[in-house]
């Protein structure tokens, strides 16, 4: 894992001393809310339905078990015991005081994080494939492009105050497990027939009110001109983004109405200049950062059975363990999606027993995913009993991963000033009327995402089955989507008809799903019988 | 009636203007007339309230009634966690807000 | 000399009053401009030479295009002085400084000392631009 050097802590602690005397102006009297809001907006401190938030970063979703462990702590110091983790790999705390704010970006300072521009209309916290580094089909590891990046664009001056907030991912397989391509960049480390690597960047994804899927603009751009090229790609958005409506700010909305090919051309221009002007880090330093992301000490020649003879062991087995790219090891994923559970939530103790576990059986590394989950990337296979059985004690061994209830969802109304409708009731709902493991298997792969707004945190246009909260005259109403995907065959899903109250929402996705228990064929995911057979049955079966 | 809301500038409570100062309980508040936007001027500017509005609410049986589910749920807390809310011994209280 | 201008230059401050972008086409004898934030600061490239004064404006803080007008500027060789001018708020001076502003001409008046505070604020920066600091990277590789 990255760690920070003298310059790295330097620039976090002079962002403490920084917000640390915004916030006493602001007491002070000395700034109105309207000049201090966006100042604290990049310190991710937001104000929210019930109180401040607080939302920490977690660069590409990669912590160790000291950091891990603080972010229980703060949960408990400064907040209620719990915390959050979002569909972009960050942790927020909903109950913050303005007057800690100071004194909880110090403890996590001491912790080298941060909550720099976690919010704002800046670039964001970089997201990744959680299983960086670990996963058996991974080309390149991205965690080294996405720390680079991070620095890059760590108090980058030009581009703070851009049209809207700015959202970047990186992956290096070929599997997207980041939603790539519904972000503003997404970038894919690729191969070249030279046999070279590449970012392939695609630019103008996303969802909210008018999703997208990005179109290619760098096919192949070499990495040691990365920064170059984010750098052109940031400054033809910042000139030429619509900044007269918000709801058309998004870098998305300029790609789509100048269209990819003349985007591409005026990046091309800016690239070819910025490439005269050495702003680009040297190769040895894409090479310093690549020395902290080595492999950790794997062992060899390790046995690679495990013993499945618990039936409630081999399930979670089955679900939540991916294939290691080292013989002997294992990929853990802890569902934080208990049923009738807050998607996302962890108590402060259950974070601190992730911590432990992390320390005792993954060296160190603990990973967040955009799916409200959290993995342990290295395990040995031979650890796997003992790790389940402490989950299993502390509530953390669901073995759901990727079924109909892990359900990925935002705060909604329950939290959001922002929102139309709760969301979070909705999944404990589905959650509950699924509970039974055995149907949920049967089902299989179902990615169910819910959000409470327009806005789409809960990235419900890319759900296999989506839910979108609307407010229809002051009371909650629920819309339907089906035939989203945010992986390698990345699609919007469409809106199945008039919406329904929480009871009937969850009908209807009972519903949904029997259509597709009744219509698939052999290894046809709920997914695939939808591409194949269409709308139609779907809808039938739920207004007929 | 209108009653206005927002936030604690320090602590971020939702808080209630109840005629002499700001309460975080909805039950305090009080109609402020047709035009609110002087004291919630005067308030802002004196660093008690951040985040302020008016909206529209109605004295029912139970007390000071929001007419929009936001306000009802900041009223309350959050609805999926009742223990955290204004009322954690009322298992049903979540009723309310819908 | 501007009302509430702080400037960061040794030279004289330029008198000649700015003219906009359309007005500096056509006066051909013309020394010093004013970017609207829609203006296109490419414009101004053929004719670096004779300009002594550039002054940005900044309607909204929130408005980021001037950063990046800025910064096009220095990053052609323009030296003479580059002018924030309006919505300019003590917290946005650091960056602005970083995209070759050396004046500064906010509509509130910002105090020399915060300023001066304000520009100091970080130690380090992790990106090359067009003010001469050193970036992180090239401290860590004697590059700087």
């Not at chain 1, 000033?417 to 969301?423: C, F, I, K, P, V």
């Not at chain 1, 064929?521 to 046809?524: I, L, V």
């Given at each position: 894992m990255y760690q920070y050097d003298q310059y790295d802590q330097a620039m976090v602690d002079a962002r403490v001393a920084e917000f640390r005397d915004q916030v006493n102006r602001r007491l002070a009297g000395e700034m109105t809310e309207d000049q201090f809001k966006p100042l604290r907006l990049k310190n991710g401190l937001y104000l929210q339905l019930h109180a401040y938030m607080l939302r920490v970063a977690i660069p590409y979703g990669t912590l160790n078990s000291a950091q891990m462990r603080m972010l229980g702590d703060i949960a408990d110091k400064y907040d209620r015991g719990y915390g959050h983790f979002t569909t972009r790999q960050n942790i927020q705390y909903n109950w913050i005081k303005l007057e800690d704010a100071g004194d909880i970006l110090a403890d996590l300072a001491s912790v080298e994080m941060h909550a720099i521009q976690t919010s704002g209309n800046c670039i964001r916290n970089t997201t990744a494939?959680?299983?960086?580094?670990?996963?058996?089909?991974?080309?390149?590891?991205p965690r080294p492009y996405a720390e680079l990046l991070r620095q890059w664009s760590t108090f980058h001056p030009e581009f703070d105050y851009l049209p809207r907030k700015f959202k970047v991912a990186i992956i290096g397989s070929d599997t997207d497990r980041a939603a790539m391509k519904l972000h503003d960049i997404g970038i894919q480390i690729v191969k070249n027939a030279a046999g070279e690597i590449g970012c392939r960047f695609y630019v103008g994804g996303g969802m909210g009110r008018t999703p997208m899927i990005a179109p290619v603009i760098g096919d192949f751009v070499p990495p040691l001109q990365m920064i170059s090229y984010l750098e052109a790609c940031l400054r033809v958005y910042n000139r030429y983004g619509r900044r007269d409506n918000k709801y058309k700010a998004r870098i998305k909305i300029l790609v789509h109405e100048i269209g990819a090919d003349e985007y591409r051309r005026q990046v091309e221009e800016e690239f070819a200049h910025i490439l005269t002007l050495g702003l680009e880090p040297p190769p040895a330093e894409l090479e310093r950062i690549k020395g902290y992301f080595a492999d950790p000490g794997f062992e060899t020649g390790l046995s690679g059975d495990i013993d499945r003879s618990d039936p409630d062991f081999a399930l979670w087995l089955d679900q939540n363990v991916h294939a290691h790219k080292q013989p002997g090891y294992a990929i853990v994923t802890i569902s934080l999606k208990p049923t009738g559970g807050i998607p996302g939530d962890a108590s402060a103790d259950q974070i601190r027993l992730m911590a432990d576990l992390a320390k005792a059986h993954s060296f160190d590394e603990l990973r967040v995913t955009h799916a409200q989950n959290i993995v342990l990337p290295h395990v040995k296979k031979a650890d796997l009993y003992a790790l389940w059985q402490k989950l299993d004690a502390a509530g953390l061994a669901s073995a759901n991963l990727d079924l109909i209830s892990d359900i990925i969802a935002c705060p909604g109304l329950d939290y959001c000033?922002?929102?139309?409708?709760?969301?979070i009731p909705v999944a404990q709902k589905i959650s509950e009327r699924f509970a039974d493991l055995g149907r949920q298997r049967e089902l299989g792969e179902l990615k169910l995402k819910i959000s409470g707004c327009i806005n789409a945190c809960g990235h419900h246009h890319a759900g296999h089955i989506g839910i979108l909260g609307v407010d229809r005259k002051g009371v909650e109403n629920y819309q339907l989507l089906l035939g989203g995907s945010e992986g390698a065959d990345t699609s919007l899903g469409t809106i199945t008809g008039p919406g329904f109250n929480e009871d009937g929402i969850v009908d209807a996705v009972e519903k949904a799903t029997d259509v597709y228990l009744a219509q698939r064929?052999?290894?046809?995911r709920f997914l695939d019988t939808y591409r194949r057979i269409g709308m139609a049955p779907f809808k039938e079966a739920i207004y007929g | 009636m209108k009653v206005l809301t927002g936030n604690?500038?320090?602590?971020?409570d939702v808080i209630w203007w109840t005629g002499e100062g700001w309460s975080r309980h909805v039950n305090d508040a009080v109609d402020a007339g047709e035009h609110p936007e002087a004291i919630l001027a005067r308030e802002e500017a004196a660093q008690r309230v951040v985040g302020s509005y008016a909206i529209d609410a109605s004295v029912t049986g139970e007390g000071v009634r929001p007419a929009h589910i936001k306000e009802r749920i900041r009223a309350l807390g959050p609805t999926v966690r009742l223990d955290l809310s204004l009322k954690p011994a009322d298992p049903a209280a979540g009723n309310w807000v819908i | 000399m501007v009302e509430n201008a702080l400037r960061y230059r040794d030279d004289e401050p330029v008198a000649d009053p700015a003219v906009t972008v359309d007005a500096f086409a056509e006066q051909t004898n013309a020394s010093a401009v004013r970017i609207e934030p829609?203006?296109?600061?490419?414009?101004l490239l053929p004719h670096l030479g004779r300009l002594s004064l550039v002054e940005v404006n900044f309607p909204a803080y929130t408005d980021g295009r001037g950063y990046s007008a800025a910064r096009i500027l220095r990053e052609h060789g323009y030296d003479g002085e580059l002018r924030a001018v309006g919505d300019v708020l003590l917290d946005q001076l650091s960056h602005m400084r970083r995209c070759g502003f050396d004046s500064f001409a906010p509509n509130q008046a910002i105090d020399r000392a915060a300023a001066d505070k304000a520009l100091a604020t970080?130690?380090?920066?992790?990106q090359k631009t067009v003010d001469g600091r050193a970036a992180i990277w090239a401290k860590r590789h004697g590059l700087a």
């Open positions: 494939d959680q299983f960086a580094g670990a996963a058996a089909d991974e080309l390149e590891d000033s922002l929102a139309n409708a709760r969301s064929t052999d290894g046809e | 604690d500038l320090k602590t971020g | 829609g203006d296109d600061a490419r414009i970080w130690p380090e920066v992790y």
